[in-house]
């Protein structure tokens, strides 16, 4: 346990100053969000009352209350949000290539200490994970001070005060993100995890077989998702929707498991017995 934990802290260093950048982009970035979108509206609050001297209440009536709808709209709220998930999204793939395309050989280092290759896994996969979960607390920690920030700014005649799960219920694409549900957010996240250990199980093989562990990779992705969606695909087609929800779902977990238990037994295998330093 105690190796593991030094491969996660080791696995965090090497990424730590990276990932504070990107933390102080989202804040920059969301805070630019607020300000501008509390700006704008009491832009036109003002030219609407001051200059065409239209009343409070027909203003709200053609306008509508400040919400945090406005702000979530602005591309300075979105955009570091894609940028973190894209950033995850690559650090699937550099976590491991940089370890064979470095200065050194570092795969023959990290591959040769005394503990579990398979603990090698481990500690990347725990990395992104610590990366992600990481960025949802972050950002229900800094909406916190964002939504303080357009209290000050925005007079409370003028706004509609929401909470952070309210905004979120109605976002879709943050509740993506952000499930409410504790299972919604346990299945969301637990077939996250699904793929990214699938895809470095895909890596694994062609780190193995280099070209010929290309078309590996792609097969076996083919055949894991094959598994994953093999219950909703039965519900479908074949079954003609024979399952109650609550067994699709029950289905649909089991097949992930099976996946993830697939994958982590391929890739053991593969860091024992196949894989080229």
């Given at each position: ?99 064979w395309f470095g200065k050194n050989t570092f795969a ?170």
């Amino acid at each position: 346990m105690m190796r593991y934990l030094k491969l996660v802290n080791f696995e965090f260093n090497r990424i730590a100053k990276v990932y504070v950048v990107l933390l102080g982009i989202v804040l920059t970035s969301q805070m630019i969000a607020v300000i501008t979108a509390s700006r704008n509206y009491l832009k036109d609050a003002n030219e609407s009352l001051n200059v065409e001297m239209m009343s409070q209440a027909d203003f709200l009536s053609t306008y509508g209350h400040m919400t945090f709808h406005n702000v979530v709209r602005s591309l300075w709220f979105g955009g570091p949000i894609a940028l973190c998930i894209a950033a995850v999204a690559f650090y699937i793939f550099f976590i491991w290539y940089r370890d064979w395309f470095g200065k050194n050989t570092f795969a023959y280092r990290l591959l040769t200490l005394p503990t579990s290759r398979l603990n090698v896994l481990y500690a990347k996969l725990t990395t992104i994970l610590m990366m992600t979960f990481g960025f949802i607390a972050f950002q229900f920690i800094i909406y916190q001070v964002e939504a303080r920030v357009m209290q000050w700014m925005v007079p409370k005649d003028f706004r509609m005060d929401m909470s952070f799960h309210e905004v979120v219920r109605s976002m879709l694409d943050l509740g993506i993100l952000f499930p409410e549900e504790p299972l919604a957010f346990l299945f969301t996240y637990g077939a996250g995890v699904v793929v990214v250990v699938t895809l470095f199980t895909g890596i694994l093989f062609e780190r193995s077989f280099r070209w010929k562990g290309i078309i590996g990779a792609v097969a076996y992705g083919f055949i894991a998702g094959l598994v994953f969606f093999l219950p909703l695909i039965l519900h479908e087609t074949v079954m003609q929707q024979f399952f109650y929800p609550t067994e699709l779902v029950l289905l649909t977990v089991l097949a992930g498991v099976i996946v993830l238990a697939g994958s982590l037994a391929m890739s053991g295998y593969l860091l024992n017995k196949k894989i080229r330093i």
